[in-house]
């Protein structure tokens, strides 16, 4: 062996540590062969291939580490641990062994198990919920109350309301299986299947509700009934969580068929009857037993808001005789269909009761505690009540409120008294035929508080159900003239330059000196000068009072004798849309007015007495305006239930207010409203006339009090309700506002005042600029005389001759100071006058959209008949 022969390195240390030490180390992870297992050079060759080739899958490769060098996270946590295996935790959430987004996104597992112990948590909760709560008394729940009204200064008015409804408990087998068959198919059709919920009703109306939908209740019968028996009206989530708990324990202890009764007897079908037998006497008359199947599923209709489902109208104005029919009907149709589509009517049996048409039920009948004004007072306060508080009217027809109210019995009793000796000394039904269905209707309020002291709804509550001193649809004539007026002081006529839509600073203030043309059937014109036309194309001519001309006059003269033509053509000046606005600013109802044509400014619109007397008391009121309200508080058990809070705000100028009373003091003083002068205390006012003397008011105010009365005919008992004509009504060839509706006022008036100071209106100061109106000049040779006479004059009347046509030219054909050129004509007609000089009947403009001869009685304002805006 050569010296220079490599030796292999020799271990350190000697024995069998040294051997082990120079024996090589398994692959960690890798299986070490066995010693006595046989390997040849190739099959070893082969065991190191293939963990290269796993190397290189796992990311080794050359030149890298091998995993045996890294470690696993197995051995590196054994490593850590000391050796021993990493601990298993019971929510592996961040997920061990996991890198990046993986470890924080549970597993299924995780998902899964958290789902279900969830749902555990909520069965178990309910669960204990159902075996804790108790199913209340019912009858404690359930009885009803009286409530007690109370005049202004604190003495009781009248105890009526809860304690006095029908409520008539009748056994299930009394209850007809239609009525039972129209509940069922409209309201639950699952009834005798749920257990007192329906899960998917609820989720149907949650997302109708998100949708944007009509909202839905998703209720069942059962959940009604409970609700109904049971519970508080209260809208809270309380309460709708308890409803749904007792509703499933009623649902699976109690019978379906009492559960139905039980709803049945209990809901509210308006009228003030509770319960299936109370209705059914309510509408139709009749034993609940004898219901039609027709009957049946109109009062099922009324279980969805008897409010809005009496034929015969309700509360607001959503709540007409003419739109509840429609809902009704609709509803009744509905009803008999859902009864076909669930198998509770045949096809055949739906077609015969549709074919008999709707089942129109009976007029409402007044309870006996209503006699004379109380049941328009009580009935006034419920619905100011419903309207303005949290409290609904099935809640207070159920009565245990304590209602303190605006009303002062003697002015009541002193409106009622006046009215009552006016008609007594005039109207006589049994000598005249024209004097046949007169009614009077009328409001005062409080100028400076708003609130109501006196109505007078009609000749008595038992007898005439219609309270006319709220909406009735009566159209209010010249008395709207007031709000042209405010209107042109507080924005201006429009400059005849410019565009229609003008800026203040565009338009010029008007000054009640201004003057303007009052003469008989003048050609209305635009702003600009031009002449108006109809859709037709046809021009409007204005006619006066008696046909009377009054030639240059100014718009104080105008409003004193309340000539028409000036003040037409000052709303086509300042603009219909701002007088509009005006009469909202002053308290008018917008839901009240009418379209605002060109003689929307003449009186078209049909405020109810109340919002009148209201408006007016804003200019009272140096142009603060405060709603009218009716009701102060109320209480219940002691607690206060709703207290009222007023808002006034400042509707108008001082100065634009004032100098309306001061012109308005002179139709009193000196014009057309002398009837109603109060002596030595200060009065300004109204008159106003309809066309063909279908209605007349006077409206006026002193610093104390507004007050708004007003008088027409109408039968209740015609199938085709409409305003007759009170032509010799009283003996009188016409009815103005200067006659009996001003005798009322003035009496009423004095005797609500006696002893109270005399109070004198704020001075008015000199507002806008004395301007000319188309027809006028401001030629010296033109100037009118202001003063005012006691007794106008009459012009010499407009020649019967055939009128000349109108000139297709927009430009005038004569001059204004030309005393025999009349411009316009003497063309008109029956009515107001007429398009192109033909026939005006319905007293508006001709192609005027929604014009009427016959206006009806109880509808909302919507154009009806145009007036001419006659006074006397």
Not at 256 to 264: H, R, S, V
């Amino acid at each position: 062996m050569s010296e220079h022969r490599r030796k292999p390195p020799q271990p350190q240390g000697g024995g069998r540590a040294a051997s082990r030490r120079a024996a090589p180390q398994p692959t960690p992870g890798r299986r070490t062969a066995s010693p006595s297992s046989s390997a040849t050079p190739g099959s070893a060759r082969g065991d190191d291939a293939g963990f290269a080739r796993r190397a290189d899958r796992r990311g080794g490769g050359p030149g890298r580490r091998r995993p045996s060098d890294q470690g696993s996270g197995a051995v590196a946590r054994g490593r850590r641990d000391g050796g021993r295996p990493g601990k298993k935790r019971f929510i592996d959430y961040p997920r061990a062994g996991k890198a990046g987004i993986r470890r924080w996104v549970p597993s299924w597992k995780l998902v899964l198990g958290m789902g279900f112990t969830f749902i555990g948590l909520i069965l178990g909760t309910v669960g204990i919920a159902l075996a804790l709560v108790q199913v209340p008394d019912a009858q404690k729940a359930a009885e009803t109350q009286k409530n007690v009204y109370y005049w202004a200064d604190g003495k009781q008015m009248v105890v009526a309301g809860g304690g006095d409804l029908n409520r008539q408990i009748v056994p299930f087998a009394k209850i007809p299986k239609s009525m039972q068959s129209a509940v069922i198919s409209a309201e639950n059709a699952s009834f005798y299947d749920d257990w007192g919920v329906d899960p998917m009703g609820i989720a149907r109306a949650v997302v109708k509700m998100a949708q944007g939908g009509e909202t839905q209740s998703g209720s069942t019968i059962t959940q009604q009934f409970v609700k109904n028996t049971y519970l508080s009206q209260e809208q809270t989530l309380k309460r709708k969580a308890t409803e749904l708990l007792i509703s499933i324990r009623v649902g699976t202890s109690m019978d379906k068929n009492d559960i139905l009764a039980g709803y049945l007897n209990t809901a509210y079908y308006g009228r003030g009857a509770y319960g299936i037998q109370a209705a059914a006497r309510a509408y139709f008359d009749t034993d609940c037993s004898k219901l039609t199947a027709s009957q049946s599923a109109f009062l099922a209709a009324t279980l969805n808001g008897p409010n809005l489902y009496d034929p015969y109208g309700g509360q607001g104005p959503a709540a007409t005789p003419e739109k509840n029919l429609k809902r009704a009907s609709d509803r009744w149709k509905w009803t008999l269909d859902r009864e076909v589509e669930v198998g509770r009517m045949t096809s055949a049996e739906r077609d015969s009761w549709v074919q008999k048409g709707f089942p129109m039920p009976q007029k409402p009948k007044a309870a006996t505690n209503r006699a004379g004004q109380i049941g328009y007072l009580t009935d006034l306060a419920d619905n100011y009540i419903v309207a303005h508080s949290g409290i609904s009217k099935s809640q207070l027809d159920r009565g245990g409120y304590q209602i303190h109210t605006t009303f002062d019995r003697n002015k009541v009793d002193a409106l009622a008294k006046s009215v009552e000796e006016v008609r007594k000394a005039n109207i006589k039904p049994d000598v005249r035929e024209r004097d046949k269905f007169v009614q009077f209707g009328g409001a005062s309020v409080e100028p400076k508080t708003g609130k109501i002291v006196a109505i007078y709804g009609g000749a008595n509550a038992l007898e005439h159900y219609t309270n006319n001193a709220d909406y009735t649809g009566v159209q209010v004539g010249s008395t709207f003239k007031p709000f042209v007026l405010a209107a042109a002081m507080s924005e201006g006529k429009r400059n005849p330059n410019l565009g229609a839509t003008q800026t203040m600073s565009q338009r010029t203030l008007v000054s009640p000196e201004s003057i303007y043309n009052g003469d008989n059937k003048l050609t209305l014109r635009n702003y600009n000068g031009t002449v108006w036309r109809d859709t037709n194309g046809g021009e409007w001519r204005q006619k006066n009072d008696g046909d009377e001309s009054r030639g240059l006059i100014t718009l104080r003269t105008a409003m004193q004798f309340s000539v028409n033509t000036p003040f037409i053509q000052l709303g086509m000046d300042v603009g219909t849309d701002k007088v509009k606005d005006a009469a909202v600013k002053a308290g008018l109802d917008e839901d009240q007015l009418a379209a605002p044509t060109p003689t929307f400014s003449l009186g078209t619109s049909a405020p109810s007495a109340i919002r009148l007397a209201g408006a007016y008391a804003t200019f009272a009121a140096s142009g603060k305006q405060t709603d009218p309200y009716s009701v102060e508080k109320v209480e219940k058990d002691g607690q206060p239930a709703y207290t009222h809070e007023s808002a006034s705000k400042q509707a108008f100028s001082p100065k634009v207010a004032n100098n309306v009373t001061d012109v308005l003091k002179t139709v009193v003083d000196a014009g057309t409203g002398t009837s109603a002068q109060l002596g030595n205390r200060p009065a300004a006012g109204k008159t106003g006339t309809t066309d063909e003397n279908r209605s007349a008011w006077f409206a006026g105010y002193t610093p104390q009090l507004s007050t708004a009365i007003g008088m027409y005919r109408v039968d209740p008992n015609a199938k085709k309700q409409e305003f007759l004509s009170m032509r010799g009504v009283g003996g009188k060839e016409s009815i103005h506002g200067a006659s009996f509706p001003a005798e009322v006022w003035a009496d009423y008036m004095g005797k609500a005042l006696k002893g109270q100071p005399v109070e004198q209106f704020e001075p008015a100061e000199p507002i806008g600029e004395k301007i000319y109106g188309d027809g006028a000049s401001p030629a010296p040779s033109a100037a009118p005389s202001t003063s005012a006479s006691p007794s106008p004059s009459k012009s010499a009347s407009p020649s019967p001759s055939k009128p000349a046509s109108p000139s297709p030219s927009a430009s005038r054909s004569c001059h204004p100071l030309d005393l025999r050129c009349k411009h316009g004509g003497n063309g008109g007609g029956n009515g107001n006058g007429g398009h192109s000089g033909g026939p005006g009947d319905n007293g508006g403009p001709g192609g005027e959209p929604g014009a009427s001869p016959s206006p009806e009685p109880s509808r909302r304002p919507g154009g009806g008949g145009l007036f001419g805006g006659m006074d006397g």
